[in-house]
């Protein structure tokens, strides 16, 4: 067990919808990013915050968006959804989110959308 | 931008069998190099890590070492066991701006240990 945590585990949707992902980083851990992993991409990065606020930005879509809230959890959104947004969403932390720092991940939302 | 290789799979061996599976990284700077495994329905867990060249890192029988002249990380074992059956992810962290950094993944390995 990592210590962070993702809710739900699975979620099912339909096209066009629009769905929450929740994660609650490591205690003491200021830093949560959000990483998608999909048969055709693979694991790519999507976001980062710091302790509130974003830091770094990947391969998300403007459909998507996330954010981190004062007692450090963060939620990604993600809206009309495309049958092509099914896929495994990771959330992990770190302590400071500094170069080499060491990633520890969640169990993963595993996000269907038909 | 900076990438990860790895050694197509799946991979089948059998028990107590020694195993390798490649790694290869195209990176600026000197990044830390990472293993994840993924068990089956589950997540990323880190099995080892180095952060400088020579570096070995090693967990749960595995071992890794920090290959900067010929820019490899290959992960290898002695003796697998079925229970080592999963996904086997090497990464390295890239740095991005602001002085964060994200990780950047290979495709995989998948490793099927039968008894």
């Known amino acids: 067990d990592s210590g962070v945590t993702q809710t739900p585990k699975h979620l099912i949707t339909a096209t066009g919808q629009r769905v929450t992902l929740r994660c609650s980083p490591r205690s003491g851990d200021l830093s949560v990013y959000w990483y998608q992993q999909s048969l055709d991409q693979g694991l790519q990065f999507l976001i980062q915050y710091y302790n509130g606020e974003e830091r770094a930005k990947g391969n998300i879509l403007e459909r998507f968006s996330a954010q981190q809230f004062p007692d450090l959890h963060s939620e990604l959104n993600l809206s009309s959804l495309e049958l092509g947004d099914s896929a495994l969403y990771f959330c992990?932390?770190?302590?400071?989110?500094?170069?080499?720092?060491?990633?520890?991940f969640g169990p993963g939302t595993r996000l269907l959308v038909l | 931008g900076n990438s990860v290789t790895q050694m197509e799979g799946p991979v089948t061996l059998s028990e107590e069998a020694f195993l390798t599976i490649n790694c290869t990284y195209t990176a600026t700077g000197y990044p830390s190099l990472f293993w994840y495994v993924q068990y089956p329905g589950e997540g990323l867990q880190l099995l080892l890590k180095a952060t400088k060249a020579d570096d070995k890192g090693s967990n749960k029988g595995f071992e890794a070492t920090y290959r900067k002249e010929t820019t490899s990380f290959h992960l290898e074992k002695g003796s697998v066991q079925v229970s080592d059956s999963a996904v086997y992810f090497c990464?390295?962290?890239?740095?991005?701006?602001?002085?964060?950094?994200?990780?950047?993944f290979g495709k995989g390995t998948k490793l099927t240990v039968n008894p």
């Open positions: 992990a932390s770190s302590v400071r989110g500094r170069y080499q720092e060491t990633q520890y």
């Open positions: 990464a390295l962290s890239e740095l991005t701006q602001g002085g964060s950094e994200k990780l950047v």
